[in-house]
């Protein structure tokens, strides 16, 4: 394996052990502090653990980490297998695919959502396996991992992903970086533990590592049950907020996945950032339920906002006073984000273009503007009313490659808007002609090459996945199907053969 070394930023390595219960012990022991703490602003604990009906239900929480048990009776029917980076490439294979043979992940996944022990108790997990038996692995396994969240996840639903590890920034760091700006630019909240300290367990500064480093990022250092900041936690400017991530005296019990017990009813102790990240994962899972539609950065900026200030004691000065607080009223309304996923379909004069929903900032879209640019001015502008995906540009000159911006609108007003896609040559496909798949300028987002055509249009086109070409073989409307990478759910984007 080339690259480098990756770490799960796990305290428990630290301790010698994770300590894990007794097979005999079928559930976790006493009231969970960490839930106790986050429901109320300032100590003592009360013992109360509820937040009320909000459950994360209908949000999805990718945790990339060292798979999910599946089956724990924390999470049993709502995990569901993503991507499994290590069993695909048969670095580190588990039965089934994406299950957990180190116990980081299971435990991650019941804190963000695990029906009592964690925060929205009826999400769905989405298992995205990057990491070894030994909580271990390397950038190149965590890219595709990444990757894979941002082909998967729903456009215009907010979903979260949970990142408890971190690699330094010198490590090839800045890669994963840019695949987690890229991940929260397309709608997804990504929470990142701050890390455990360096080698010698020594706290540093959390804009060191990656992804810690990612403004957009909610980074999470964690404290102890007496709100004292935890002696591993990293510090500083880079770090949002913190959460309870426990020490020696009072360690966070979650779910557990071991080999060697092999159980459903497993729990663990663990200590770490690790497992602060997860509870503020669960929190903005409990906010997307409450509007599906909010955008990154309402529900990152809102978590900040709300985070209980000046209650932490022994922080450097440039780490911020912020505790997770579950304050659970409805965000203000924003402007809708970017749209994304735009595609074009050129045709004889002509451009057809479609695009994912944007997030629409918590109040519904009422129009999307379409603007079509030729040597970077706007030439032209088309609107599409309402949940409307699609227009058509006629009487455009064959031969020329435009531009294409969309701005969606809401009752706030007009969001910013999409990144310029420029389109291919316009121009039609004709009888006869063999065209390369690039150029028809179909897609411009995470998709795989491997082309099919719809049977009704077989006798009309063909394609070679070998040569990435279309052939078209008479006039009529072709119809080519386009797989995504993660779900392979087919896209179908008809041509016209003249
Ligand atoms: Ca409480
Ligand atoms: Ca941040």
């Keep these: 394996m080339k690259g480098k070394r990756w770490t799960a930023l796990c305290v428990g390595a630290l301790l010698g052990a994770v300590i894990t219960q007794s097979s005999a012990q079928s559930a976790p022991v006493g009231v969970s502090w960490h839930l106790d703490r986050i429901n109320q602003q300032a100590l003592p604990l009360d013992g109360v653990v509820d937040h009320g009906p909000l459950t994360g239900s209908g949000i999805d929480i990718y945790i990339v980490d060292t798979g999910v048990r599946a089956t724990h009776e924390q999470l049993v029917n709502r995990v569901f297998a993503g991507l499994d980076v290590r069993t695909t490439d048969g670095s580190s294979v588990v039965d089934p695919p994406g299950s957990d043979c180190d116990g980081h992940g299971t435990h991650v996944a019941g804190l963000a959502a695990g029906s ?131 020490d020696r005296s009072r360690m966070i019990e979650s779910s557990w996945s071991s080999p060697e017990k092999n159980s459903d009813s497993e729990y663990g102790f663990d200590v770490g950032t690790s497992m602060a990240s997860p509870l503020v994962a669960g929190y903005a899972a409990l906010l997307a339920q409450q509007q599906p539609g909010l955008c990154v950065a309402s529900i990152a900026n809102a978590i900040v906002a ?133 150029d028809l300028g179909f897609i411009h987002g995470p998709w795989t090459t491997e082309w099919s055509v719809d049977t009704s249009s077989r006798s009309i086109c063909k394609v070679k996945n070998s040569t990435k070409r279309l052939i078209a073989l008479k006039r009529g409307t072709c119809r080519v199907l386009l797989r995504a990478i993660a779900d392979q759910k087919p896209v179908l984007h008809r041509i016209r053969i003249n």
Excluded at 147 to 163: M, Q, T, Y
Excluded at 170 to 176: F, H, K, P, V
Excluded at 200 to 229: E, R, W
Excluded at 386 to 394: A, D, L, N
């Design 306 to 438: 709300r985070a209980t200030p000046g209650v932490i004691t022994g922080l450097t000065a440039t780490s911020p006073n912020k505790m997770l607080f579950l304050e659970l009223s409805p965000i203000a309304a924003t402007a809708p984000g970017r749209a994304s996923h735009i595609s074009v379909t050129t045709d004889y004069r002509s451009l057809v273009v479609n695009w994912d929903p944007p997030c629409d900032g918590g109040s519904a879209i009422t129009s999307s503007t379409v603007s079509l640019l030729l040597n970077g001015k706007v030439i032209r502008k088309m609107t599409a009313d309402g949940t409307k995906r699609s227009v058509r540009f006629e009487g455009l000159q064959n031969g020329t490659k435009y531009k294409i911006q969309i701005a969606a609108t809401n009752e706030i007003g007009a969001g910013k808007k999409s990144f310029a896609v420029t389109t291919m040559k316009v121009r039609s496909v004709v009888r006869g002609q063999s065209v390369k798949f690039d």
């Design 116 to 246: 009592t022990v964690g925060v929205a108790t009826q999400a769905r997990i989405i298992s995205v396996r990057v990491l070894d038996c030994n909580g271990s692995g390397e950038v190149p396994d965590v890219v595709p991992g990444l990757r894979w969240v941002r082909a998967h996840h729903r456009s215009g639903v907010a979903a979260i992903a949970n990142l408890s590890f971190g690699v330094d920034l010198g490590d090839d760091g800045a890669t994963i970086d840019e695949e987690v700006r890229a991940l929260i630019n397309e709608g997804v909240v990504v929470t990142v533990a701050a890390g455990n300290g360096d080698d010698s367990g020594k706290p540093y500064d959390a804009c060191k590592i990656a992804p810690g480093d990612v403004a957009g990022a909610l980074t999470v250092g964690a404290v102890s049950v007496s709100d004292a900041v935890a002696y591993y936690s990293n510090d500083g400017a880079c770090i949002d907020l913190y959460a309870p991530g426990g």
